[in-house]
Nanobody
Framework: QVQLVESGGGLVQAGGSLRLSCAAS????????MGWYRQAPGKRRELVATSGGSTNYADSVKGRFTISRDNAKNTAYLQMNSLKPEDTAVYYC??????????????WGQGTQVTVSS
């Protein structure tokens, strides 16, 4: 069993900052990629940032968001600065990992709401 648990969402005014955390736990052998996706009401889930051999960001968040990882803790973070109302969405943590049972799979957290008021 593998679990991803997000924390750190909330309500913030435009221009403010939030830091999301995602802790992966369970029968994990190694994590290849961790990342963040988001889904706004009525829209498709979209990539925000990923961290594996390299980091990747959506164009809409470049220069404002920073993804980082603490591999010893199997934890990923998303520092979000200069937040805009259009960043409002449910943010989902994602991991591409190998379990101790030699199974590779994609795992998702339950999501955390980020609301940016204008």
């Amino acid at each position: 069993q593998v679990q991803l648990v997000e924390s750190g969402g909330g309500l913030v005014q435009a221009g403010g900052s939030l830091r999301l955390s995602c802790a992966a736990s369970g029968s994990i052998f190694t994590i290849n990629v961790m990342g963040w996706y988001r889904q706004a009401p009525g829209k498709r889930r979209e990539l925000v940032a990923t961290s594996g051999g390299s980091t990747n960001y959506a164009d809409s968040v470049k220069g404002r968001f920073t993804i980082s990882r603490d591999n010893a803790k199997n934890t990923a973070y998303l520092q979000m600065n200069s937040l805009k109302p259009e960043d409002t969405a449910v943010y989902y943590c994602y991991a591409d990992l190998w379990t101790r049972g030699s199974i590779r799979g994609d795992f998702w957290g339950q999501g955390t709401q980020v609301t940016v008021s204008s």
